[in-house]
């Protein structure tokens, strides 16, 4: 476990408002060292504890090229490892291409004491979906899991994305691709230690 000292969780939360900031910008509104935040902010990097996203609204307040998103459970029989699913699926280059389009976020996880891969799935039209899971997904999971490896699949249609990753909430903190200026530093999440101490 990493605990975050007073000045990294003051450099996170500058990133977090905008993760294009330069380390000069962070140590003014910081007033920690600008060598330090450069060393520290480079170890965070380095460490894997802050990554940076770029995120593109694709529907219909955006480039319009997805209107429709679904969340599936896709729960395995129980013979399927997690390590199985990770080395199978990360291998697979064909799924590469098509989880970059049509995969927003995937996760491996827990349904009812048996393996799920739990996907965000967007496609141009709601009527699309099922063919690109059932034409797609299905056939890849078979083809590296086993012809009889899901044993079952559960949908939620998804309307409206409103918290991501904490702290972005689309339509009220975010303005010129980036967190308020006005956002409070209270409402930025960092670390539970420092979140629960500033209260």
């Known amino acids: 476990m990493v605990k975050l000292d007073e000045q990294e969780v003051k450099i996170i939360r500058e990133i977090i408002r905008n993760p294009r900031i330069s380390d000069n910008a962070i140590a003014k509104k910081t ?5 330090t935040v450069n060393r ?3 170890a965070l990097e380095e460490s894997e ?3 940076y996203y770029a995120d593109i609204k694709h529907g219909e307040d955006g480039i319009q090229d997805f209107s429709a998103e679904q969340l599936y459970i896709v729960q ?3 013979r399927i490892t997690k390590q199985e699913v990770l080395d199978k699926l990360r291998g697979d280059k064909t799924l590469k291409r098509f989880n970059a389009e049509h995969v927003i976020s ?11 891969l739990i996907m965000i799935v967007n496609a141009h039209s709601q009527r699309e979906l099922p063919e690109s899971f059932n034409a797609f997904i299905v056939p890849m999971l078979n083809k590296n899991l086993g012809d009889d490896c899901i044993l079952s699949v559960t949908t939620t249609r998804i309307l409206e994305p409103i918290r991501h990753h904490h ?6 903190n975010i303005e010129k691709g980036r967190i308020k200026d006005d956002w409070p ?15």
């Open 40 to 42: 520290k902010r480079k």
């Open 167 to 172: 702290n972005y909430i689309h339509h009220v």
């Open 49 to 51: 504890i802050i990554n």
């Open 76 to 78: 395995f029989k129980i």
């Open 106 to 116: 995937s996760y491996v996880g827990e349904k009812e004491g048996h393996l799920a």
């Open 31 to 35: 007033r920690v060292p600008v060598m």
């Open 185 to 199: 530093d209270d409402f930025i999440f960092v670390d539970r230690g420092s979140y629960y101490k500033e209260r």
